[in-house]
Structures are given as C-alpha cells and as structure tokens.
T-cell receptor
Framework: EDQVTQSPEALRLQEGESSSLNCSYTVSGLRGLFWYRQDPGKGPEFLFTLYSAGEEKEKERLKATLTKKESFLHITAPKPEDSATYLCAVVDNYGQNFVFGPGTRLSVLP | SAVISQKPSRDICQRGTSLTIQCQVDSQVTMMFWYRQQPGQSLTLIATANQGSEATYESGFVIDKFPISRPNLTFSTLTVSNMSPEDSSIYLC????????????FGPGTRLTVL
C-alpha cells in the first residue's frame, strides 16, 4: 500500500530564514510526486510535479527535489505570504489514485 | 491548468438533510474526482466521477451516502445524503486533464457544517 509521510508537522520561520520540508514515500513504482500549497479555507494550489530521481523544479522561492525515497521542498528567504500548508502526494505506476501526505504547516513571521 | 468552480462555497445544514455540491470546469477533462478534507486533516478521495457511467468509490464510501453524477466532460455533482455532524468537512472537486496519473487541479472547496 502506498504511503506518504511529511515532516515536520509544523514549522515556524523568521522572514528570510531558509529551510526545507520533507516528504517520504513508499510506493510500488513511483509514477509521479506532486507538491501543493493550501491556504486556510481554500483548495490546494498546484506547485510542482516530479517524475524521476534527480529531478528538480523551481518557482520563485521554492525548489522541489526528488530522490528514490523522498522529496524536499526548499524554501529560500521565505516571506510571510509563503505561510500555508504544503502537501505532497504520490501516484504509482499502476495508475492508482493520489495518496496525500498529512501536510506541513508553515508559518513565516515578519 | 483548468479553472474550476464549486457551488455552494459553504453551507450550514440540519442533521438528516441532503446537500448537492456542483463542480464546473472551464474545459473538457478526462477525469474528475471528489475529495473530503476533515478539520485539520489531509485529503481523502471519495470517488472518481466517470462520464457516462457509475462513479468508482473508494473503500469506506458508498453510493447511497455520496451519490455522484457526471453528465458531461465539464460538470459533476456530489450529494451528501442523510447528513450527520460527522459529515462536517470541506468537500473538494479536482480534475486531471490527461488521466489518472497526471497532475490534479483543485476547486476552491465547499465548507459544510452539519448541526
């Protein structure tokens, strides 16, 4: 059974203090790993899709990386508007549905 | 990506009643999904809405409780039937333009409170 865990559960950063969020997964053949941002009371907003180990994607202050067992979302010099819950999800080669992790709640303080 | 709207955005309902949530996409999509997100929790897939056939439900979810329609490639509804306070959640519609294994894009969600 596919499983996804995320750490830490919650993270508080000062503005400008860079850090990384972790997504560890167990799947029988990874088809894709997805990162989303979710603001309170809203639907998840798509950030990145990663397909193979070694792949990296960047968008503004965010960079996602992928290994065979985990993915990292690096946040460089975060701003208060980066505060949100960050979710990762995986889908396996059998084409089963997305399995979401529990999320990391990020707070960036001014 | 696709632009997805949901109606209503929120509702407060009485126990024992039913609510139908609508999901509209601005373009034709292959796959549409319905998720539930209970307070402080991550997303749980309820079912895949199949165009022209019955929805495919995940373990723990049944058609009598969560009937789903998908009359065309841009629209779907989810009904939450005979509601109880345990059904209070955010219900989310998502679409995958290219299939099961492709990126999913989410609607804004419907916040349901059952009294």
């Amino acid at each position: 059974e596919d499983q996804v865990t995320q750490s830490p559960e919650a993270l508080r950063l000062q503005e400008g203090e860079s850090s990384s969020l972790n997504c560890s997964y167990t799947v029988s053949g990874l088809r894709g790993l997805f990162w989303y941002r979710q603001d309170p009371g809203k639907g998840p907003e798509f950030l990145f899709t990663l397909y193979s180990a070694g792949e990296e994607k960047e968008k503004e202050r965010l960079k996602a990386t992928l290994t065979k067992k985990e993915s990292f979302l690096h946040i460089t010099a975060p701003k208060p508007e980066d505060s949100a819950t960050y979710l990762c999800a995986v889908v396996d080669n059998y084409g089963q549905n997305f399995v979401f992790g529990p999320g990391t709640r990020l707070s960036v303080l001014p | 990506s696709a632009v997805i709207s949901q109606k209503p955005s929120r509702d407060i309902c009485q126990r024992g009643t039913s609510l139908t949530i609508q999901c509209q996409v601005d373009s034709q999509v292959t796959m549409m999904f319905w998720y539930r997100q209970q307070p402080g929790q991550s997303l749980t897939l309820i079912a895949t809405a199949n165009q022209g056939s019955e929805a495919t439900y995940e373990s723990g979810f049944v058609i009598d409780k969560f009937p789903i329609s998908r009359p065309n490639l841009t629209f779907s509804t989810l009904t939450v039937s005979n509601m109880s306070p345990e059904d209070s959640s955010i219900y989310l519609c998502s679409v995958s333009p290219s299939g099961y294994t492709d990126t999913q894009y989410f609607g804004p969600g419907t916040r349901l409170t059952v009294l």
